[in-house]
């Protein structure tokens, strides 16, 4: 266990880490930059979905839009899904 686990006194507060990455999505001739959190979780109410990762843009917004995310028991296995989910659909915002 990680020390900054120990900082957690309440489970119900869902206490977790976050960290950033940077994925830039290129669409015709532009780049689009797509910035993912990853939350780390101390107690998730779900074992198996220990970290959530989340983009800070939706895709496909003027059909149905859609918020990039993934869910996983590994750093690796939500990031790689929010990844693939930004891949998923074009962005059509500005």
């Given amino acids: 266990?990680?020390?900054w686990e120990f900082a957690?006194?309440?489970p119900a507060?869902?206490?977790a880490q976050v960290q950033y990455f940077s994925i830039v999505?290129?669409?015709?001739?532009?780049?689009?930059e797509f910035t993912i959190s990853v939350?780390?979780?101390?107690?998730p109410t779900e074992p198996t979905m220990k970290f959530f990762a989340v983009a800070n843009k939706q895709t496909n917004q003027?059909?149905?839009p859609y918020t990039p995310c993934g869910w996983g028991n590994s750093l690796l296995k939500a990031l790689s899904e929010c990844m693939n989910a930004v891949r998923r659909f074009p962005y059509e915002g500005e």
């Avoid at 999505?25 to 689009?32: C, E, T």
């Avoid at 939350?39 to 107690?43: D, Y």
């Fill in 62 to 64: 003027k059909t149905l």
């Fill in 39 to 43: 939350k780390e979780f101390v107690k």
């Fill in 1 to 3: 266990m990680a020390e």
């Fill in 25 to 32: 999505k290129r669409q015709g001739d532009r780049d689009i």
């Fill in 13 to 15: 507060e869902q206490f």
């Fill in 8 to 10: 957690q006194s309440e």
